[in-house]
């Protein structure tokens, strides 16, 4: 007996912060939406990455998306009634070399001039005897910087959007897309029709889009990361060195991942390597020598989906088509600026300036 499929305005396809926050923002303003996840929420990019939100970066358009996104950040909790185990971390910038320390320089002059709050500050300043600061040339300290639980996030968001009348669906593959007076989207356990489709499935989007003839420059990339046991709480900042990103989370636990080298992989490779975790942890002994004792319980790996400029690709790719791919680095953090962003354009038809800079047609001119 065949299925009919059901109808919705908008079809949203990844179960991560950017399908789940534009799926949000597109139910809060009464269009009917489903999202579509092939696994679990946060299954992805979001649930494998630390929580860190910064709004200094190195990229202009990214400062102006973050600084909106914190905006949003401080107040999320509230507007999505659920305790997204947001605190305020501060951020730790280390630097070694003098090329480091000139690029950062540039960085904070740059952002300052959208009000983010970023300082040099000397070594000696630091109140954090466990850290080794021996070969650091200089410290940033960026102390409005925030970490959140990813999974708190995604369920804050995903109670949002059934609390507005929008549908989220999980262990369900989208197997297939066909352009048929709109969309209809055959999954492994049925089909919908939407006028719009907006795919922000990380690793997930490059099969999607080649099914719909578009074919955008996305390489992926693995990163690993260690977990220790826990311990009682003496890491407050979010650490970051050329290396390594180094947190304690809630419950002691000490994250770390090394990141200063690609390594190409494909979008089902998720294997965790005892290479990594020897690397990362030589690293992290080196930064925090009291960790030499402490077992890793755990390891990880995640994508980052690249582009050729490091940029997102974000907007249309077609008629009523939207993606939010290419994101290496940030998408958690601007997550809830950028879903805000993407619905208002994808209602509109039109992709809003804020967005402009990553536009995907930039990759054909």
Known sequence: MKMSAESFEYAVVGGGIQGLSA?????????????????????????RGFGGIRT??????????AVK????????????????????AGYLFLLYTREEEERMEENIKMARRYGVKARFIDPSEL?????????????????EALVALPFSVVWGYWRGISRLG?????????????????????????????DVVII?????????????????????????????????PFLKPLIVTPKIAVVQSARGEVLADYYAED?????????????MASFVAKYLIKLIP??????????????????????????DVGENLWVSVGWRSGGFMMGPAVGKLLAESAVRGKLLSELESFSPYRFKR
Do not use: C
């Not at 799926?23 to 649930?47: F, M, P, Q």
């Not at 929008?166 to 066909?178: F, H, L, Q, R, S």
């Not at 960790?291 to 997102?312: C, E, F, M």
């Open 56 to 65: 200094l970066h190195g990229d202009e358009s990214y400062v102006r998306v």
């Open 166 to 194: 929008g549908a989220v669906k999980t262990w369900e593959k989208v197997v297939d897309i066909e352009v048929d007076g709109g969309f209809k989207l055959k999954t492994t356990r049925g089909a919908y029709r939407a």
């Open 127 to 143: 109140n954090t005897p466990y850290l080794d600061l021996s070969e650091v040339a200089a410290v940033v300290e960026h102390p």
């Open 23 to 47: 799926a949000y923002e597109l139910a809060k303003i009464g269009r009917s939406v489903v999202l579509l996840e092939e696994r679990y929420l946060g299954s992805g990019s979001t649930g």
């Open 69 to 88: 996104s914190m905006s949003m950040w401080r107040k999320l909790s509230q507007e999505l009634r659920y305790n997204l185990m947001l605190r305020k």
């Open 263 to 275: 390594i190409p992989t494909t979008p089902e490779d998720l294997s965790a390597t005892h290479y």
């Open 290 to 315: 009291k960790l030499a004792l402490v077992n890793v319980i755990r390891q990880w790996a995640g994508h980052y989906v690249s582009t050729p400029d490091l940029k997102p690709a974000i907007g």
């Open 200 to 232: 922000a499935a990380g690793s997930g989007s490059i099969e999607l889009l080649k099914k719909l003839g578009v074919e955008l420059p996305l390489a992926v990339v693995k990163k690993e990361a260690v977990v220790t046991e826990s311990l009682k």
